[in-house]
């Protein structure tokens, strides 16, 4: 799988994007999804054009800096029960909940809402985590090793929060990926 996506990643790197919905019915025959992808709600980071796919073949379940909640989970956990076997979790550079995340640590910012000062606070352990470990990042080098991290904490808390989805990877049912897409370049990094 993880070599699918990078081949669909080339070809979004070469312009080559599938456009008609008839090619999901051709790469899919038993119309299922072939991956789950759990990624943030930017506009920029639509799995679909950065993978090069069509409709039908991705289950896609995206908020604001991919924060995994309950309601995250429950929608994987259906996708994975209707016979899906891969999940891939995509952060991106320019992240806009990561930057005001980091920002509203290291100083202050106006609070849109409640919601989103919550939202916020949610990834500052990951944030305060990657500043601990690593002092001197700073800029666009610190907000790319957030992202990172925050990719591998949705990993982690998908795993910590479903059982049912520890099974499925513990009995090789399942395969959860992980990646960072460049927003500058279009390229996919996987992280592991
Ligand atoms: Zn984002």
Not at 44 to 55: G, K, N, P, V, Y
Not at 122 to 130: G, L, M, N, Q, S
């Amino acid at each position: 799988m993880k070599k699918f996506l990078s081949e669909g990643n080339q070809k979004f790197l070469e312009n080559r994007l599938p456009n008609h919905p008839k090619l999901a019915q051709a790469q899919t025959p038993s119309n299922l999804p072939i991956c789950v992808v759990v990624g943030c709600a930017d506009s920029r980071t639509c799995a679909e054009h950065i993978f090069s796919q069509s409709l039908g073949n991705f289950f896609s379940v995206r908020n604001a800096g991919h924060y995994v909640t309950d309601e995250v989970i429950a929608s994987i956990e259906y996708a994975i029960s209707q016979g899906i076997k891969n999940i891939m979790i995509y952060g991106h550079t320019q992240c806009g909940a990561i930057t005001a995340a980091v920002q509203s640590i290291q100083s202050s910012i106006e609070p849109i809402s409640q919601s989103v000062t919550n939202l916020l606070s949610k990834f500052e352990p990951t944030i305060r985590h990657v500043m601990e470990k690593n002092p001197k990042l700073q800029g666009e080098a610190l907000l790319r090793a957030c992202v990172e991290e925050n990719v591998r904490k949705a990993k982690n808390d998908i795993l910590e929060m479903s059982s049912y989805l520890r099974d499925k990877c513990k009995n090789n049912e399942l395969k959860i990926m992980t990646g960072l897409y460049e927003v500058e370049t279009g390229v996919v990094h996987f992280i592991d």
